[in-house]
C-alpha cells in the first residue's frame, strides 16, 4: 500500500514513549507523520486517544478526515498491514444505545463528494482582534473549504457570515449575520454540542483541554452573551413548519428540461367552441417540468370551473391539473412559476390579484355577499365545495413557497446560478402586503384574513353536521400559520425588534376580532393551531380578550415565563368567580366599508382602562388593578371631574360602572366555590398552551434537555445566575433577547423552590385545570433538575 494513502498527525498525546511508539509503527508500514502543532492540510489521519477541544480535532472534522485512536496504528502494526478504520472512528458515549461519531457526517459527504468540506460556500469577514487565534479559526475555516476575509473585504465580495470575537458595534454594522466564533464548533457538530465537554477552545495543540467542572470565575459574562445570542439566534432561525412532502417536487434548476415544444392551439380552439371538458383533458396531458400553457387558457377553464353549472367531476379534473402544474413548476426563487401562478390565481372578472380573489372565495364558502362581484345565488354544495378546494390549493402553493425559503438543506441547490430572490419577490409577500406595509406584519390583507378566520370557526361551530367535512377553518388557521411564519423569517435576522412589534401587534389585534367569538369556538382555534409561534400569539391574544369581557385588565408587559406565573395564573381564581350571567356588549362599535370589522384596542373598552382617557387627565390611582373598581371610579382629579366624566358615551360610561361592580364582587369574594367552570376550563386550556408554547418558542425546552450540565450553556448561565445576582449578571448586557432569556432560566430556578407556588389559585376544578396543574408540576420538576 502506498505511503500517500496514510499521512499522520497526532494530537492530545502528551506521553512521548506512546508518541514514538506510533510514529515508528507509522514509518514501519510505510505511512508518513506530519509533526508540528498546527493542522495540516496535507493528512488523511488524525490519531488521538479522545475527543478533545483542538485545533487539529475541529479542521480534521471540517475536512472530512479519518480521525482515528491509537489503536488503529497498533492494531495494524500487529496485522501487518493497515486494517480498515470504520471501527476505530473516534466516538462520544452517549445515554443512547449506540455512541455518537462526531467526525462521520462530514467524512462520508466528503467521499461521496456531495461537499468539499463542512463550511462550503461560506464566505467569512472573520474579526478576532487577538492574532493567534485569528489564524486558527482562518485555519480551521479554511479546512472546511470555507473562504475567509480580513477587513476591509473585497468589495466584490458577498459574505455570508461575520465571526466576531469580541463580538462589538462594528462586527454587527453588517448587514450580514454576526457569530461569535463558537458557532463554528456548533456548526460541526450541531445538537451534540451542548454535551461534548468542551470548556472552550484552543489556540495550538501545547496544552489541550482538560476536562474539569468550570467555576463561576471560569465564566466570562460577555462571552456568555454572545453565546447565549448565538443560542436564540441558532433557535429562532429553524423552520417552525415542516413540509416534507414538497421535497419530491420538481425543481427546474437540478435538470434538463424535460418538456417539448408543445401546440396549444388545438385546446384555444375548443375553448372557443365551448368545449371545456376536451380542452381540459388536452391541456391535462401535456403537463411537464418546465412546460407551462398559455395563462389564458387556462383562465378560461378557471372561469368556466367557477360558473354554477359546471359538473363535479370538471371541478375535480381542474384541481388536479393544478396540482399537477404545481407539482412540476413549483414557484421556487428565481423561476417564472411565480409570475405564472400570480397571474392565474385571480379573479378572471375583476384581475384584481390573489388577495382579492382568495377573500372572495372563501366569502363564497361562507355564503357573505363581501365578493369582488355578485355572483348567482345560491350556490350548490358541490360549487361550494370547489371554492373550499380552491382556497386549500392557494394554501398548498404558498406552502410550496415557505418550504424553499426556510427548508435549509433541502432548498435551492448550490450552484445554479440563481441568485436569492429579494422579500418583494415572493408570491406571498406580494399577496398580503403592499408596498407601503412590507414593515409591518398586520398589513389589511392579514387583518382581512383573521377576520374570516374567526368568522368561519363561528359558522363551523354554529353548522357542524353541515360544514365539518369542508375543513375550511383548518385551511384559515394554516394560511394564517404561513403568513406569520414567512413574515417573521424575513424580519426575524434582520430586525427582529421589528418581528416581535408585529406580533404584539397582531396579539392585540386578535385579542380585539376573537371577542365575537364565543370563548369555546376561540380556545378551540388556539389547540388546532400547528405553529408554536402562532400557538403563543393567539393563545396569549385569547387569554387577553376573556381578561377584558370578564372585568379585568392584564398590563401591558412583555410576555415571559414571570409574567404568565405572577400575573396569568391568579386570573384563573377571578374566572371560577366571575358571574356567567353577567351581559357583556362586545360588538365593535364601527365597521369599515369592506365588512370588515375596524381594530380597537381591547383596553379601551374594558376597566380600569387609560388609554380610553386623555393621557393628562388620568386620575392618580386609575391604573392599579388591585383596589375595588367602584373605589377607583370615585376619584376626583384637579378639575373635580371622576373617570365618568370624562367619558363621553353613555353606553361606554354604563359599561364601565357594571364592570366596576362586577370586579368589586370578584375581589370580595374569598369562597372556593367555582361560579364559572366554563371560563375557568377555557383560561386554564389557554395557560397550559400558552406555558407549552412559550417554552418551545423561547429556546427554554431545548435549553434543559442538555444532558451533562456541568459543561453546558444552559448550566453556565445557571451557574451565573445563582452566584450572582440576575441584574449584575446582565448588567453589561445589549442584546433583549438574551435578557429575557436570562430572566426566564431565573424564573425556572425561583419556581423550583416554590416561590411561586402562593400565587397559583387555591382553586382547582375541571380536566383542563388538573391538566394545567400538571403541566405547572412538571415545570416545576424540570427547574428543580436546574438546581446543580
Known amino acids: 500500500m502506498e505511503s500517500c494513502t496514510h499521512i499522520f498527525q497526532i494530537s492530545g498525546i502528551k506521553n512521548c514513549d506512546k508518541k514514538r511508539d506510533l510514529i515508528q509503527g507509522i514509518q514501519h508500514l510505510s505511512g508518513k507523520y506530519l509533526g508540528g502543532s498546527i493542522y ?29 485512536t491509537p489503536d488503529y496504528v497498533l492494531d495494524s502494526l500487529q496485522n501487518g498491514c493497515w486494517l480498515t478504520e470504520d471501527q476505530y472512528e473516534v466516538s462520544i458515549g ?191 396531458s401535456a403537463v411537464l417540468p418546465g412546460l407551462l400553457p398559455p395563462v389564458a387558457y387556462v383562465i378560461s377553464l378557471l372561469e368556466y370551473a367557477l360558473q354554477g353549472d359546471t359538473t363535479p367531476y370538471f371541478q375535480k379534473n381542474f384541481l388536479q391539473f393544478m396540482i399537477n402544474l404545481l407539482l412540476n413548476n413549483p414557484p421556487l426563487l428565481g423561476n417564472k412559476g411565480k409570475t405564472y401562478f400570480k397571474q392565474v390565481l385571480q379573479c378572471p372578472r375583476c384581475k384584481m390579484g390573489i388577495w382579492p380573489f382568495l377573500q372572495s372565495t372563501i366569502s363564497r364558502c361562507l355564503s357573505s355577499e363581501a365578493t ?49 430572490a429579494p ?28 377576520h374570516l378566520l374567526f368568522q368561519a370557526a363561528t359558522k363551523e361551530f354554529t353548522e357542524k353536521d353541515e360544514r365539518q367535512s369542508l375543513h375550511l377553518t383548518d385551511t384559515l388557521l394554516n394560511f394564517l400559520s404561513v403568513v406569520v411564519e414567512f413574515w417573521c423569517h424575513q424580519h426575524n435576522k434582520l430586525n427582529w425588534n421589528l418581528a416581535y412589534k408585529g406580533l404584539k401587534d397582531l396579539v392585540e389585534h386578535l385579542a380585539v376580532v376573537s371577542r365575537d367569538v364565543t370563548p369555546a369556538v376561540a380556545v378551540e382555534l388556539v389547540v388546532r393551531v400547528s405553529s408554536t409561534r402562532l400557538k403563543m400569539t393567539m393563545a396569549d391574544a385569547v387569554f387577553r380578550s376573556l381578561c377584558c369581557r370578564n372585568g379585568f385588565t392584564l398590563e401591558d408587559n412583555s410576555l415571559s415565563l414571570k409574567e404568565m ?31 370588515i370589522k375596524q381594530e380597537t384596542n381591547c383596553r379601551t373598552q374594558c376597566p380600569l382602562v387609560k388609554n380610553s382617557l386623555e393621557k393628562g387627565n388620568v ?45 368589586d364582587s370578584t375581589l370580595g369574594n374569598t369562597a372556593t366555590e367555582v361560579v364559572n367552570l366554563p371560563l375557568l376550563e377555557a383560561g386554564s386550556t389557554l395557560l ?38 440576575f441584574q449584575k449578571v446582565t448588567s453589561g448586557w445589549t442584546d433583549q433577547r438574551v435578557i429575557r432569556l436570562a430572566e426566564d432560566v431565573e424564573t425556572l430556578l425561583e419556581f423550583g423552590t416554590g416561590v411561586y407556588w402562593s400565587h397559583m389559585s387555591q382553586v382547582v376544578e375541571g380536566q383542563n385545570t388538573h391538566f394545567l396543574l400538571e403541566i405547572l408540576k412538571l415545570l416545576r420538576l424540570k427547574a428543580e433538575t436546574l438546581d446543580l
Open 423 to 450: 422579500a418583494s419577490g415572493f408570491l406571498l409577500n406580494a399577496t398580503f402586503w403592499t408596498f407601503w406595509e412590507r414593515a409591518t406584519l398586520l398589513s389589511q390583507s392579514v387583518k382581512q384574513l383573521c
Open 94 to 284: 452517549t445515554d443512547s444505545p449506540s455512541a455518537f461519531y462526531p467526525v462521520r457526517q462530514w467524512r462520508e459527504k466528503v467521499a461521496s463528494r456531495r461537499i468539499t468540506g463542512a463550511f462550503e460556500g461560506w464566505r467569512v469577514l472573520l474579526m478576532v482582534q487577538e492574532p493567534s487565534r485569528r489564524d486558527m479559526f482562518k485555519r480551521l475555516l479554511v479546512a472546511g473549504k470555507a473562504e475567509v476575509y480580513d477587513i476591509p473585504p473585497p468589495s466584490h465580495s458577498s459574505i455570508t457570515h461575520v465571526m466576531a470575537k469580541p463580538i462589538t458595534e462594528n462586527s454587527q454594522s453588517y448587514s450580514t449575520p454576526c457569530y461569535s466564533v463558537t458557532h463554528v464548533i456548533q456548526h460541526l457538530f450541531g445538537r451534540h454540542y451542548v454535551h461534548m465537554n468542551f470548556a472552550n477552545i484552543n489556540v495550538t495543540d501545547s496544552h489541550p483541554t482538560e476536562i474539569k467542572k468550570p467555576s463561576v470565575a471560569d465564566i466570562d459574562l460577555s462571552e456568555l452573551e454572545a453565546e447565549l445570542r448565538d443560542y436564540v439566534i441558532q433557535h429562532q432561525s429553524r423552520p417552525r413548519l415542516q413540509f416534507l412532502e414538497f421535497l419530491g417536487y420538481h425543481d427546474p434548476y437540478c435538470s434538463q428540461l424535460q418538456a417539448t415544444e408543445t401546440d396549444f392551439s388545438n385546446v384555444g380552439s375548443m375553448i372557443e367552441c365551448g368545449l371545456f371538458a376536451e380542452a381540459l383533458d388536452s391541456i391535462r
Open 372 to 420: 369582488c362581484h355578485p355572483l348567482p345565488a345560491p350556490a350548490s354544495p358541490a360549487l361550494i365545495r370547489f371554492y373550499c378546494d380552491l382556497v386549500t390549493f392557494v394554501l398548498r402553493l404558498f406552502q410550496v413557497e415557505l418550504h424553499s425559503v426556510t427548508a435549509g438543506d433541502f432548498g435551492q441547490p448550490q450552484g445554479t446560478g440563481v441568485s436569492k
Open 688 to 725: 397550559a398552551h400558552l406555558i407549552f408554547s412559550y417554552q418551545q418558542e423561547m429556546g427554554l425546552s431545548a435549553l434543559q434537555k442538555s444532558r451533562d450540565k456541568t459543561h453546558s450553556l444552559g448550566g453556565n448561565l445557571v451557574r451565573a445566575l445563582k452566584t450572582h445576582t
Open 565 to 595: 406565573v405572577l400575573s396569568y395564573l391568579p386570573f384563573l381564581g377571578h374566572f371560577a368567580h366571575s358571574p356567567s350571567d353577567v351581559h357583556r356588549r362586545t360588538e365593535p362599535t364601527s365597521t369599515t366599508h369592506s365588512g
Open 619 to 663: 386620575p392618580r390611582g386609575l391604573t392599579k388593578v388591585n383596589a375595588a373598581g367602584s373605589v377607583l371610579l370615585q376619584l376626583i382629579d384637579g378639575c373635580g371631574r371622576t373617570p365618568l366624566n370624562l367619558v363621553s358615551d353613555a353606553s361606554q360610561r354604563e359599561e364601565l360602572f357594571l364592570s366596576a361592580q362586577v370586579r
Open 40 to 68: 495540516q492540510q496535507a493528512i488523511t489521519h488524525l490519531i488521538i486517544p479522545e475527543v478533545i477541544s483542538s485545533e487539529k480535532f475541529f479542521a480534521a472534522c471540517a475536512a472530512g478526515k479519518w480521525v482515528v
